[in-house]
């Protein structure tokens, strides 16, 4: 039996359109790779392995929707275990382009990350109540936050970056900030306003899906342009 | 029939994750590999094809659990032959980096290695009783570590080594030594502590997967860290 994708099935269709850009912005970072100075190339995998993992995860998760219904919660949370830490790296190798940093900032902002997603899963596949669940994942969500703005981490980039890889890292403190907001706005959506099973659903997938263009795949754009831009200097 | 991965089966997504975590270690590998200079790129070479051999087994050992809640023994040891004897590719290729090094430490590595899969398989697979057979493969191991701390592969690493490149090979000898030790353990929780089969095979599979990530990701993510700064310095 072939799955069909309903022209009615906005959420479906999301899931669909996302997977499809997921496979080629793979392909364009790992092409566009051999732009770079050798010391942005490591970036550019990155950010491709961050969409290579997620284009995987978007087919499971628009079959499970597609076919069944319901929210693919696991593969979700699967595909964020990767790609969050992906993310952390990817930071952090941008701050070492610039500066020694030490790695207690790294693991720091990895047990941050963990206990963000532990929060949500715990609360998502039903293991605890949804309310509380939601506040372990916000704490670990603001102790992420706290380390790139006030932290030692934003201590190195003030002192140390030229102009223009700080402004790189400003704007991916913007997507950390705004971009990441989107996600518990969809677990607010998906759990915590009392609409019916349906919509609540639609609106969390919708909405989960619209934050991961954003953080996978512009995150990445942002990125490459930096990439290519210092490059071309030399 | 789909295969449902429940979301409480954390054997299960532990195989996904790694099964995901594999591909994205195999695209690194291979796309890194351009970044160093070409005495490293076949040591690239080498840790990307362990994992790629290892992700397409774990594609099928994830199926084989999630479908029957089976552990996948035959699969898991067929990569184990082939991935294994790489990593001992691996050692020898770093030691000759270095200096001339005899063909027979080569071989007396792989013989230590068929002698502890060997013994393991014919345990796991019900060939022989799982003590005798664990004891087998605990000899097998054992000469390994004999030839790499006192054998001759040992000094060879002592007296010819530059700084660096010696204490890559002493990360590697620590991960033959407790990285490969978590192997043995998962066989005793799995077989020798007469606990209910489902909470053995449980264990096996969690403790394997998780000395797996550790001894084909973590080891290739090392030699690449190494590979890269020797490549810099020039
Ligand atoms: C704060 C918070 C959440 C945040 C999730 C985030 C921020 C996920 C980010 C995913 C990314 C960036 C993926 C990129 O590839 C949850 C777990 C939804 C719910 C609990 C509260
Ligand atoms: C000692 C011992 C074992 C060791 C297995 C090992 C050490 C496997 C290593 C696999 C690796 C490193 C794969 C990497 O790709 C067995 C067979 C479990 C059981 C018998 C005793």
Redesign the pocket.
Known sequence: ETLVLKSTDFVGISFWLISMALVASTAFFFLERDRVSPKWKTSLTVSGL?TLI?AVHYFYMRDVWVSTGASPTVFRYI??LI??P??MIEFYLILQAIAKVPVGVFWRLMIGTLV??V???L??AGYMAVWP??I???I??AYILWEIFAGEASKINAQQAPANVQSAFNLMRWIVTI???I??I??FFGYLTGASPEASSNALNII?NL??VL??IA?GVIIWSVAVSESEKK
């Open positions: 961050v997620a595909d964020w790609t969050v992906l993310l963000m997603l929060g949500g899963y609360g998502e669940a939601f372990i994942g916000m670990g969500w971009g990441w907001a996600y518990p969809g677990y989960y934050a991961d953080n996978k995150f």
